[in-house]
């Protein structure tokens, strides 16, 4: 089905360990963004991505790598997974600007213990 | 702090009361979006509003962007349960989206 997908929908891991959130959008999409998602704090902005090889870092970006090969792929990775990583990711894609309506995926919601 | 404060943080009412969430800032923003997102899911756009002093409806739902473009509501008349969930505000003050740390709504029947 067209849309954007997030995987795995849930994800538990050990703290240190590196983890990857995949996120797959076939609109083809310019923009596309990656969230958490915490209780009190909102939706926070962790990484965009503009075009494929074009990324640029968010309001909380530290701890966090992605990457952006294809339009349509846009990776999250963690290098060392901390308990404070402990969120709800959501990733979004935008066929208009850094303005614009952003349509999200259905989120995964990720563990570090 | 977050740019945009959103309030009440909760609102539980019963099934056809009216209900008021508010989104203020204390900048000027280009446009404000409202988003719904319902438990398990991402949030989904509900409106746009981008005149000071604009109102859209969407149903039973009224949105009024502030003169100032500083602020926004959201204003559900006889609510249904069909309604519940988090209720975000988005702007733009500068180039990037903004979010409101949201107001879940709960609706009882």
């Known amino acids: 089905d067209a849309g954007i997908t997030q995987s795995p929908r849930y994800k538990i891991t050990e703290t240190g360990r590196q983890v990857t959130l995949m996120c797959h959008q076939t609109w083809s999409h310019s923009y596309m963004f990656w969230y958490r998602q915490d209780l009190g704090h909102g939706l926070r902005l962790i990484y965009y991505?503009?075009?494929?090889?074009?990324?640029d870092k968010g309001e909380v970006p530290d701890g966090y790598v992605v990457s952006r090969s294809k339009t349509e792929n846009f990776p999250l990775t963690l290098e060392s997974a901390t308990r404070s990583q402990t969120s709800v990711y959501f990733c979004a894609s935008s066929g208009g600007d850094l303005r614009g309506e952003q349509y999200f995926g259905p989120g995964t919601r990720l563990t570090v213990t | 702090t977050q740019l945009l404060e959103q309030s009440p943080q909760f609102l539980s009412i019963q099934e056809g009361e009216n209900l008021t969430v508010y989104c203020n800032s204390s900048?000027?923003?280009?446009?404000l979006q409202w988003y719904r997102q319902e438990p398990g899911e991402g949030p989904v756009l509900l409106v746009t509003?981008?005149?000071?002093?604009e109102v859209k409806k969407l149903k039973r739902l009224t949105f009024q962007f502030g003169d100032a473009r500083k602020d926004s509501s959201l204003h559900i008349t006889a609510a249904q349960p069909g309604d519940t969930g988090l209720y975000l505000c988005?702007?733009?003050?500068?180039?990037?989206?903004?979010f409101g740390a949201g107001t879940t709504v709960t609706v009882r029947a």
């Open positions: 509003v981008v005149t000071g002093g």
């Open positions: 991505s503009a075009a494929a090889d074009i990324t």
């Open positions: 988005a702007g733009v003050p500068d180039y990037k989206l903004s």
């Open positions: 900048s000027v923003f280009s446009s």
